[in-house]
């Protein structure tokens, strides 16, 4: 078993800096233009995100099923570096977690597609079961053909604490 987790809106709290984008209209990054992303994704913006109340739940219950978390997100590698540094720094995840994003050069599909493709190349292939662990709804939906998804941030409160 894998659990397969979204960054954005499931592990991290990062609707702040969306409502400080000058010019956002719309809670769709699909529709961002490359100056949004870039600002989104910057690093300074980045590290001020908070970690979704309950979320480190997650660690708890990874131990308890013996199952590794790989991290699948639609933002741009150009933010890996970023990335990586809040999961580590302020969720705490593993320097070394597998950390799975969209390509630079992959626009003009939505974040749904783009996780569907890169699900099926790197994840799919080498695991039997899946937890999914996601806030959008498109993404929800196609997940579900694949294995079990628990919509966030609703489900941190559900799952409660495992047992130890």
Avoid: H
Wanted: aromatic share 14%; proline share 5%; net charge negative.
């Amino acid at each position: 078993m894998i659990f397969v987790v979204d960054i954005d809106g499931t592990v991290c709290d990062s609707m702040e800096r969306v409502k400080e984008i000058e010019g956002f209209k719309e809670v769709n990054p699909d529709l961002w233009t490359e100056k949004l992303m870039s600002e989104f994704l910057s690093e300074e913006n980045i590290m001020k995100d908070q970690v979704m109340p309950g979320a480190q739940i997650l660690f708890k219950l990874a131990k308890s099923c013996k199952a590794p978390i790989w991290f699948l997100t639609g933002r741009n590698e150009f933010s890996i570096k970023a990335t990586r540094k809040w999961l580590t720094e302020v969720f705490g995840a593993s320097p070394n977690a597998p950390l799975i994003m969209r390509p630079k050069d992959w626009r003009g599909i939505t974040t749904a597609e783009c996780k569907e493709k890169l699900f099926l190349k790197y994840i799919f292939p080498y695991f039997k079961n899946f937890v999914f662990f996601e806030d959008e709804e498109e993404t929800i939906k196609m997940y579900t053909y694949y294995g079990l998804v628990l919509k966030s941030p609703d489900c941190w409160k559900a799952i409660g604490e495992p047992d130890e």
